[in-house]
C-alpha cells in the first residue's frame, strides 16, 4: 500500500530499544481500539486490540494502553526490530454518529523507522 | 490461513477507461469495505457491505464510483470514467460484525491504480 508520507509523524529507534507509538482518539464513547501495522507495498495488518473496559492488553512484544480519561492509546513494540519498521495506525470503532458501529474511524498513522 | 484477496494487484489506463477492482472476502465473514489510500488523504473509507446490503457509501463519489456485492465471495468498485485524481491503492477489507464489540477488519493486498 502506499503509506501516508508527507505529513505523517516519524519515530526513529535504535534496533533492540523499546518504541512508544501515540494516538489520540476523538470518541469518548468508543469502546473498541486496534493497532494496525503497514509495511511498505502491502494493506494493513491486524497488530493488536483492547475494549474499552480494559486499560493494558499484551501481546508478543506489543502491549496496547489505554487511558479513557484523556482519551489517548499507545502501542509500546518491546525490543524493536528491523522488521518492525512501518506505518502504524490507531483505529476505534465507529460510533451512532461517526457512521455508525461496524465502521472503524482510522488515525493518520505514525511512521517507525529502526535503525541498525 | 484465510484471507482477502484482490485483483488486480496494479492496474495502468488511461483517463476516461472504466476500471473494475474484485475483492474476495475472508470465507464467513459478514462485513465488506472499500478504502482508498493516498499520500494526501490517508486512508479513507468509501463504501462497506453487512450481509451483501450496502450501507454506506457516502465516502465514494457517486457519479463515476459504483461498489456491488453479486455474492458472498465477491465485493467490486467500479469506477466510470476514470481520472488522474482516482489514482491511488484501493484496499479491500472484511470482518465479521455480529458482535458490535468487536469490529476487527482483515485488509486485502490493495489494487494500485493509476490513471494516466
Known amino acids: 500500500g502506499e503509506n501516508v508520507g508527507l505529513h505523517l509523524p516519524t519515530l526513529s529507534v535504535q534496533e533492540g530499544d523499546n518504541s512508544i507509538i501515540n494516538c489520540a482518539y476523538s470518541n469518548s464513547a468508543s469502546d473498541y481500539f486496534i493497532w494496525y501495522k503497514q509495511e511498505s507495498g502491502k494493506g494493513p495488518q491486524f497488530i493488536i486490540d483492547?475494549?474499552?473496559?480494559?486499560d493494558k492488553r499484551q501481546g508478543q512484544r506489543v502491549t496496547v494502553l489505554l487511558n479513557k480519561t484523556v482519551k489517548h492509546l499507545s502501542l509500546q513494540i518491546a525490543a524493536t526490530q528491523p522488521g518492525d519498521s512501518a506505518v502504524y495506525f490507531c483505529a476505534e470503532k465507529g460510533s451512532l454518529f461517526s457512521g455508525g458501529y461496524n465502521k472503524l474511524i482510522f488515525g493518520a498513522g505514525t511512521r517507525l523507522a529502526v535503525h541498525p | 490461513d484465510a484471507r482477502v484477496t484482490q485483483t488486480p494487484r496494479h492496474k495502468v489506463t488511461e483517463m476516461g477507461q472504466e476500471v473494475t477492482m474484485r475483492c474476495q472476502p475472508i470465507?464467513?465473514?459478514?462485513?465488506v469495505f472499500w478504502y482508498r489510500q493516498t499520500m494526501m488523504q490517508g486512508l479513507e473509507l468509501l463504501a462497506y457491505?453487512?450481509?451483501?446490503?450496502?450501507?454506506?457509501d457516502s465516502g465514494m463519489p457517486k457519479d463515476r464510483f459504483s461498489a456491488e456485492m453479486p455474492d458472498a465471495t465477491l465485493a467490486t468498485l467500479k469506477i466510470q470514467p476514470s481520472e488522474p485524481r482516482d489514482s491511488a491503492v484501493y484496499f479491500c477489507?472484511?470482518?465479521?460484525?455480529?458482535?458490535?464489540?468487536?469490529?476487527?477488519?482483515?485488509f486485502g493486498p490493495g489494487t494500485r491504480l493509476t490513471v494516466l
Open positions: 470465507l464467513g465473514h459478514n462485513t
Open positions: 477489507a472484511s470482518g465479521y460484525t455480529g458482535d458490535r464489540r468487536r469490529v476487527q477488519q482483515f
Open positions: 483492547i475494549r474499552s473496559n480494559m
Open positions: 457491505f453487512r450481509n451483501r446490503a450496502p450501507l454506506d
